[in-house]
Structure formats: structure tokens, C-alpha cells
């Protein structure tokens, strides 16, 4: 069975963000992810981690937000100094917190220009910190339209280009059946390029129990798979966060 991870960011939304760490503990998980931990003290995070014992999977790069603001800035061109700074500060918060991965997002951007400067700053972001283990995922353009990494054959390619070792896929389900509309066989296509994971529930994104996804034939197939990461549990939840863990519970 899977090692799962809480996602702080949504999940324990009713609770302030540093009493989410001991809530996901008491809830069973032993790890979490943060898209965002810019905006807190990096020294209060680690605290909370501490604890609550718990390990910091992944967190996101660039900053600031997932609101409305900036999507990433890998693929943009011209903006290759926007998105080394950016980097830098995210490895600073991935050094200080333990995180195991960072998330690079491609932004808002599209055409040849764009692959290219995505490729260029891929590159040079797993030169710069070759022991950083670094995902990219695929993005559905209905919650973020204009997403250049719209697709897990276009990130295949990339990470084939790159061939770094430091460099895999982040496969999310609930993008991957609304960008494919079959979680199980995208899964089969692209899941050994797979780091890490999140789930969520179909279509509304909450709880990962009804919808369209069968949960229980995806958790064995990552057994059957061997797969070592962690799944994290990245949805809003419908109510209260602990009366929906339900599907954590079974999944044990």
C-alpha cells in the first residue's frame, strides 16, 4: 500500500496553517507537501515539522501564489532571470525544511520559444542543484488555462531531452483524467517516469472516494508497479477534513 501524504495547503483549511501539521499527524499521515511556504517564517515550518514528526515531501517553486497570481515561470521566454532568482529562494525553503522535492512550474506560455526555454531553464536547474530532486506536471488548462505543460506526452519529451537523473514526473490523477479522461491507462504509459503523486477526487476535486477514478485499482497498481514515493492527498475537502478520511482509513 502507498505512503501517504497530507497537503497542507488545502487539506485542514478550517485550522491555522501551523496547526495543520499535528492535525495531519493525528489524522495517520506521516508526511505532508506545501505548494506555497513563502508568505511564513521557513524556521516556524520546520518547527511544526518537528513536532509533529513528520516529513516534508514537496513543496513548490516559484512562489508567490496559486489565487490568480504567477503560474511558474519555466517556460517563459525572456524570463529566465525571473526564474533563477525564484529557484534559489526555493531551494533556500527545501535546504531549511528537509522538502524532498520541488515543484517547478512552467507558467502560462506557449509555442516552440517557450519548449526551448523551458528545456534551457530545466537544465540549468538540475546543474545547479544536482542532489535537489526536481518534478514537473502536467496541468489541466481547464483550472489553468494557458498552461504550458498541458500534456504527460509533452513532459515525457521533456524529460527525455534532459535525461537528468535529479528530474521526474509528477503525476496528479485528477489532471490526468481531465487532460486524458483515463487515469489507469496514462498511468501505464507514463507512471515509471513517476516521483511523486497526488490524488483527488472527480470531478469536483474533494475527497478521493466517489467519482471516476477507481482509487482502490490505481493504489494496486502502483503496488504491482513497485512504486516507492509518496501519495499525497491533494484536494479541497467537502466538509471537515477529518469527517472525509475516510478513503484513508480503507486505504490501509
Known amino acids: 500500500m502507498p505512503k501517504f501524504a497530507a497537503n497542507l495547503s488545502l487539506l485542514f483549511p478550517e485550522i491555522p496553517f501551523l496547526d495543520r501539521f499535528a492535525a495531519a499527524r ?6 505532508v507537501e506545501i505548494l506555497f511556504p513563502y508568505d511564513i517564517n521557513a524556521r516556524d515550518i520546520l518547527s511544526a515539522l518537528q ?5 516534508l515531501v514537496l513543496i513548490n517553486t516559484p512562489p508567490p501564489n496559486w489565487t490568480g497570481g504567477d503560474r511558474g ?24 525544511l528537509g522538502a524532498q522535492m520541488v515543484h517547478v512550474m512552467s507558467g502560462v506560455a ?43 506526452d509533452r513532459a515525457a519529451d521533456i524529460l527525455d531531452e534532459i535525461a537528468a537523473p535529479n528530474l521526474a514526473l509528477q503525476f496528479d490523477t485528477y489532471h490526468a483524467h481531465k487532460i486524458t479522461s ?41 503496488d504491482d508497479a513497485g512504486y ?3 501519495v499525497s492527498a491533494e484536494y479541497h475537502p467537502a466538509g471537515l477534513t477529518t469527517d472525509g478520511l475516510g478513503w484513508l482509513k480503507n486505504a490501509r
Open 110 to 152: 506557449k509555442g516552440q520559444d517557450a519548449h526551448e526555454t523551458m528545456i534551457e531553464n530545466l537544465k540549468w536547474a538540475t546543474d545547479y542543484a544536482p542532489k535537489q530532486r526536481l518534478t514537473i506536471e502536467p496541468i489541466n488548462t481547464d483550472d489553468m488555462p494557458g498552461y504550458f505543460l498541458d500534456s504527460f
Open 26 to 31: 493525528s489524522a495517520g499521515f506521516s508526511a
Open 182 to 222: 483515463d487515469v489507469s491507462a496514462t498511468w501505464d504509459k507514463h507512471g515509471h517516469r513517476a516521483g511523486h503523486i497526488q490524488i483527488a477526487g472527480t470531478p469536483d476535486r474533494n475527497e478521493p472516494l466517489k467519482g471516476d477514478i477507481d482509487y482502490p485499482e490505481f493504489f494496486r497498481k502502483l
Open 73 to 96: 515561470f519555466a517556460a517563459i521566454p525572456g524570463g529566465q532571470d525571473r526564474f533563477r532568482y525564484d529557484f534559489k529562494r526555493a531551494l533556500r525553503y527545501a535546504d531549511v
Open 228 to 230: 516507492q514515493g509518496h
Open 51 to 55: 513536532a509533529a514528526s513528520l516529513d
